[in-house]
């Protein structure tokens, strides 16, 4: 059998120039390929070593830091370089704050050719730690190990895990002992609830074998002060179950809300599973100038709240609003953005395909005793049509907040035909976002547009455009 060729080439004194996509280094090779690095910042000078090669570049790994970039700073977390929560600890705030925002206008204008009227500047987090108010943990009792463990030749008997998974390995979980993404007391939950488990023989699961007790845990904080814990087991096991459950009540009982599932299924997925409340009430509450949401386990909700604020915000102002418009919010979720708008508005009509959601929404407006509001649930494509609109009205402003994926062509092609005053686009992906601009360009002219931060540490970043009808 042949021997696979080693096609791995090292390249010295790279300067890594820029940050690309998913926010790794980009560099040049001496053959004229582009090099894509993992773990370095821009400024960085290195010798790297290729692990891909494709036509027209190289992934690659550093091998040796010839020289640090002045945009470095020390990593605040322990598990930095190993988890793959926070890829940019080691860049300093400000100045991923510019990539941030020279990858969203990079998009507008290469992918989308669109002339921004006025381009405010991105926004950036005032927390840029401890800024999420729901994470989601695996359990494993086959754990990550480190290379010192590795090379230390022990037996290492103790490899149940409460933490995130590595990077591009599902099976594989990272114990975490601090995570600096949710503020006090998700540490000291996740940290109490291993311990206990442990101590007390609960099988940790075993995704490869699908066997064991114990498989995730969401805790969900607000504003409010109020926190929720949601235990999920792979099978119903109701002395160990309750064990742990007091324990936690006994520990933290302070708890809003603590609940269960029973998931016997393949993946860890809650949506289509029976959610158990075991002890405190099935809900907790976040608040947003003055408006109440109720947030329940399955419900989606911006998951950095103080900022998400500040989003909404921004998404008000390029509205326009004076009270006398009909606005319509696709992709409504919770209807959260809808809510935040109403005051300024004749009416809203939220859309939206998860019909969950939309009974949150329903909930949350009566909740806060809105009434210019109205939430219909259904595939955008299909439900957003011209009987749709000749039966709820001409709407004066569209906002639209769609997935990373953008909008569906058709979605596109109803909304030229409908021609709103103004259109308001929230993006999480500031591509899929350009390549939809560029199909409303000969329709509408894009006014305004602000980047928001809502993931410090990380390469993701938010978009918000107004475009206005051209005349």
């Known amino acids: 059998m042949a021997r696979r060729k080693n096609t791995k080439k090292t390249f010295e004194n790279i300067e890594v120039l820029d940050a690309g996509s998913k926010g790794k280094g980009i560099g040049k090779a001496s053959d004229g390929r582009v090099l894509i690095i993992d773990q370095v910042v821009p400024g960085d000078v290195v010798d790297v070593t290729t692990y891909k090669k494709r036509k027209s570049y190289y992934q690659a790994k550093p091998l040796r830091f010839v020289e640090l970039s002045p945009k470095r700073t020390e990593p605040v977390c322990q598990h930095f370089g190993v988890c793959g929560g926070c890829k940019w600890q080691n860049m300093a705030y400000e100045h991923q704050l510019y990539y941030k925002e020279k990858e969203v206008l990079e998009n507008l204008k290469r992918i989308g050719k669109i002339d921004v009227a006025e381009t405010k500047p991105i926004l950036g987090s005032e927390k840029i730690y401890f800024y999420r108010n729901k994470m989601e943990f695996s359990f494993s009792n086959s754990r990550w190990l480190t290379e010192s463990e590795i ?17 591009g390995m599902w099976d594989k979980i990272l114990n975490l002992e601090k995570c600096h993404l949710q503020e006090d007391p998700s540490n000291d939950i996740r940290n109490k609830i291993r311990d206990f488990a442990t101590k007390n023989n609960l099988e940790f699961f075993n995704p490869r074998e699908q066997i064991g007790l114990l498989r995730t845990l969401m805790i969900r904080t607000s504003s409010t002060g109020e926190y929720m814990i949601l235990i999920q087991f792979y099978q119903e096991n109701k002395a160990k179950r309750e064990l742990l459950l007091d324990y936690i009540i006994q520990e933290f009982p302070d708890v809003t809300s ?8 393949g993946n860890d997925t809650i949506y289509d599973q029976e959610v158990i409340n075991y002890f405190g009430q099935d809900f907790i509450y976040e608040e947003m100038e003055g408006l109440k949401f109720k947030i329940n386990a399955k419900s989606f909700y911006q998951t950095n709240s103080e900022q998400a604020y500040e989003l909404y915000k921004i998404t008000r102002e390029f509205a326009g609003l004076t009270g006398d418009e ?38 949350n407006a009566k909740l806060n005793g809105i009434e210019n509001t109205s939430f219909f649930a259904g595939d955008m494509k299909k439900i957003f049509t011209s009987g749709f609109i000749a039966e709820h009205g001409q709407p004066d402003v569209i906002i639209t ?20 005053k103004r259109i308001v686009y929230v993006s999480c992906n ?42």
């Open 151 to 167: 090379s230390s030749g022990t037996d290492i008997k103790d490899k149940n895990a409460l933490g995130f998974h590595i990077p």
């Open 258 to 265: 603590l609940q269960y599932v029973i998931n016997e299924k």
């Open 326 to 363: 009909l606005v319509y919010d696709l992709y409504t979720g919770t209807g959260t953005i809808a809510q935040f708008v109403a005051k300024k508005a004749k009416h809203v009509v939220g859309i939206e395909a998860v019909p969950e959601a939309i009974e949150d929404a329903k909930a």
């Open 401 to 420: 907040d769609p997935p990373r994926e953008g909008m569906h062509k058709e979605v596109v092609e109803q909304i030229l035909s409908v021609k709103p």
């Open 430 to 471: 500031s591509a899929t976002q350009a390549r939809d601009l560029q199909l409303m360009d000969a329709f509408y002219q894009v006014d305004k547009s602000q980047a928001v931060d809502m993931f410090p540490q990380t390469h993701h970043v938010e978009n918000v455009v107004c475009l206005r009808l051209r005349e």
